[in-house]
């Protein structure tokens, strides 16, 4: 990165391949942080909890599964990903091999806070169907 001319000069600091390197980060940085920002749904509302502590994410071993509740409708719309799971037995389908694949699987289930306690229950439920013990429900505290 310096170098020194021939003739005894001070060395000069190249800033191109500088620059290089932090583009080459800055492009690492957005694409990990796009990929965790695209599984949380931005329109639901958590439920308050004003005991809620702030937990460390283990970003590899976590599958986050978003219940949106549709108050025209009365209806729950269950979302792993981008798939909508209509019916709600197709989440078994999606997280079961997950599960076969990673026996740290850990899941958190992000509802709505409009969503019926019954809605989250009938997930949990097909949740434990596929064999997931490591549930955990989002909430905010402020």
Not at 31 to 58: C, F, M, N, W, Y
Not at 122 to 132: C, F, H, N
């Amino acid at each position: 990165m310096a170098s020194a001319g021939g003739n005894g000069s001070d060395p000069e600091f190249q800033v191109a391949p500088m620059i290089d390197v932090l583009l080459v980060l800055l492009i690492f940085f957005m694409s990990i942080t796009t990929d965790q920002v695209a599984k949380i749904d931005k329109s639901i509302t958590l439920p308050l909890a004003p005991e809620a502590k702030k937990r460390d994410h283990d970003l590899k071993n976590e599958v986050i599964v978003n219940v949106d509740w549709n108050a025209a409708e009365n209806k729950a719309q269950v979302r792993y990903g981008a798939q909508i799971c209509d019916p709600l037995s197709q989440l078994t389908d999606f997280v079961t091999p997950l599960r076969a694949n990673n026996a740290k699987l850990k899941l958190i289930i992000r509802g709505d806070a409009d969503t019926p306690a019954i809605e989250i229950q009938k997930v949990i439920e097909q949740l434990a169907a596929a064999g997931i013990d490591d549930i955990s429900l989002s909430g905010t505290n402020r």
